[in-house]
């Protein structure tokens, strides 16, 4: 009896000292859902990750809402795109979450700019917001390129075993197996995608993808990045499909497809509606992602 007593304390310290080891576990913050996705594989069950935006939302306006200032509060790590992506809507949040250490150039802030060895598609010239380009700062949409993700997921490793030199070994090997996962995709993913080339982007989303599977981007239905197209765009727009071959324009849930969808009719392509994330937990969703985009998207 004695001994069926002792093995029950026993499980119940181990127990509470799980639930602690849980409850003082860190909590990473990801702005958009591929990032938090990534965050999730390196971090496992040692960390909390809450996403901001959700799967299907337009990652450069998202609704500042009071409860997304309130994950923010407990943060410990806020993983962004940045490169101005979120400057819309996440700069207030920080500032109503009032967490100095989640703030740019804080140990628990990390951005595109930690990630990337170069930054795609800086304007030339004159930037101008004001002119409706929302891209001034080069093109933030780097998570669409897969070994982007194998970085992020390796600079995240690299702060989680910072913030967490216990578990340095986990983050690093996932990290680790993660990029071994994503190369050995790449070479169907590569062949998949050229036989979508060249295409036409509705918005400028694809640049990472399309430099990395050495896809053609030859026209874009938004004349500028976040400005809607006239109708003499359209117009210029079918003949370019029809006389260069495209072979299909790419848009985001986010986008409006009735414009799309008219212009596909008129142009004789197909529309295909290609995610910047798609549902699911951890790396496996963000690998699924690009597996629906092989596939063609929906
Ligand atoms: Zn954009």
Known sequence: MKQIQKLLILTIVLMLGQATACAGGLRIVASLPALGQIAQGVAGEFAEVKVLAHVG?????????????????????LIAAGLGLETG????????????????????????RSVLAEVL??????????????????NPHWWMDPLNGVRLAQVIAERLSRLDPAHADAYRQRATNFAGE????????QTSL???SP????????LYLAQRFALHVSGFVEPKPGIEPSTSHLDALVDHIQQAHIQGVWLEPYHDSSIARKLCEVAHTPCRLMPDAVKGEGFAAYIDMFDLLAKGGE
């Not at 939302?57 to 790590?77: E, N, S, W």
């Not at 994503?182 to 993913?189: K, R, T």
């Not at 295409?199 to 694809?206: I, Q, R, T």
Request: charged share 20%; no cysteine; aromatic share 8%.
């Open 57 to 77: 939302q337009d990652p450069h306006f998202v609704p500042p809402k009071p409860t997304l200032a309130r994950h923010l509060a407990r943060a410990d790590l």
């Open 89 to 112: 809507w996440l700069p207030p949040l920080v500032d109503a979450s009032r967490n100095d250490a989640i703030r740019p150039g804080g140990n628990g802030y990390l951005d595109g």
């Open 121 to 138: 598609g800086k304007p030339q010239g004159k930037i101008t917001r004001e002119l409706g380009d929302i891209h001034p700062e080069g």
């Open 182 to 189: 994503i190369h050995a995709h790449m070479h169907d993913w």
């Open 194 to 196: 050229q036989a979508m």
């Open 199 to 206: 295409l036409v982007a509705y918005h400028d989303s694809y």
